[in-house]
């Protein structure tokens, strides 16, 4: 259905205490066949939305096969002929007062246009880190795409924004890096990449691991997870921030101090180039992460 029809009644739980878990998933299309759209490691997301929905006592509606089915379904049907973003979500549907868990659920899934943000051989982004801190995972775990989570990163955002800078960090109560605004975070120190590890209160990003996989084996690089020190963040000879929407984002700056020479470093560059391949099915190796779709 068309989305501005696709409504929910303001009394539902999920609207009136942020009690959804969701995925953003990408479609590439190609340059040569526009209307064949390659949904970026589509069985990733469905599995991170299962998991996340199982912190919130939710569930997937189906199998996998059907997952990956109605996504096929959807992207397909959208006539689309060009890059999208997948939104799905599963809620508490519940229409009542009172926030317990135990209760109803609905899915739903959304489609977009969505260009890139970062076009490559523009500068970096300049970042701040932000007062707000990362969502401890006794509170509400960073692990699980939760919506109510957000609020985390509208306030960290909106800090560093009103301070003139374009993007967040967010450290953990006890002061190492956790992530970006809905992006991980790498650093490369002496010619290694440094990413804040799985117990710092991040979200396990999908592009986070295929960044790790890629840099390991197709550059020879060691990737370490590992506690990252603020001071580390100034010390880094490059940067950059990852995720589905927003790709890889090439920091500039941290704190106003200039990271490198301040433009994007060559390790960033390579990845982002073998990235860019890697998603619309140009390296053999990595097609398997890809689920082919032809839009009508
Ligand atoms: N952290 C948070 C909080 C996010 O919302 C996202 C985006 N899903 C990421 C990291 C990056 O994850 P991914 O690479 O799977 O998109």
Redesign the pocket.
């Known amino acids: 259905m068309p989305v501005e029809e696709a409504n929910i009644n303001i009394m539902t739980h999920a609207f009136l205490y942020g009690t959804a878990v969701f ?2 998933i990408r479609g590439y299309s190609t340059a040569s066949d526009p209307g064949r759209i390659c949904i970026f490691r589509a069985e990733e ?1 469905f599995t ?1 939305l299962k998991r996340s929905a199982q912190v919130l006592k939710m569930r997937l509606p189906a199998e996998m096969a059907e997952m990956l089915d109605l996504t096929r379904q959807l992207v397909a049907r959208s006539g689309y002929r060009c890059d999208v973003y997948l939104r799905p979500l599963i809620y508490k549907s519940a229409v009542r007062i009172g926030v317990q868990l135990d209760d109803q659920q609905e899915f739903a899934m959304f489609v977009l246009p969505w260009g890139r943000k970062y076009q490559q051989g523009a500068p970096g982004v300049s970042v701040g880190i932000s007062s707000w801190r990362r969502l401890e995972d006794n509170a509400i775990p ?1 692990r699980a ?1 939760i919506n109510g989570s957000y609020v985390n ?1 509208a306030l960290s955002t909106d800090e560093v924004s009103a301070n003139g800078l374009d993007e967040p960090l967010l450290l953990c109560e006890n002061g190492h890096l956790a ?1 970006g605004a ?3 975070v790498f650093l490369v120190r002496h010619g290694e990449l440094i990413t804040p590890g799985e117990n710092s209160n ?2 396990e ?4 691991d295929s960044l790790r996989l890629l840099a390991e084996k197709e550059l020879g690089l060691r990737v370490i997870g590992r506690d990252v020190d603020r001071s580390e963040l100034y010390a880094a000879d490059e940067m950059f921030l ?4 927003a790709e890889i984002l090439p920091v500039a700056s941290v704190d106003r101090r200039p990271i490198g020479t301040g433009q994007p470093g060559a390790i960033t560059c390579q990845l982002m180039q073998l990235y860019g391949r890697v998603v619309r099915g140009e390296v053999d190796a990595y097609r398997h992460w890809l689920l082919p779709v032809v839009s009508a």
């Open positions: 995925e953003g997301h991170r960073s795409k990163i992530e809905g992006m991980n991040i979200l990003g999908i592009t986070r990852c995720g589905t929407g």
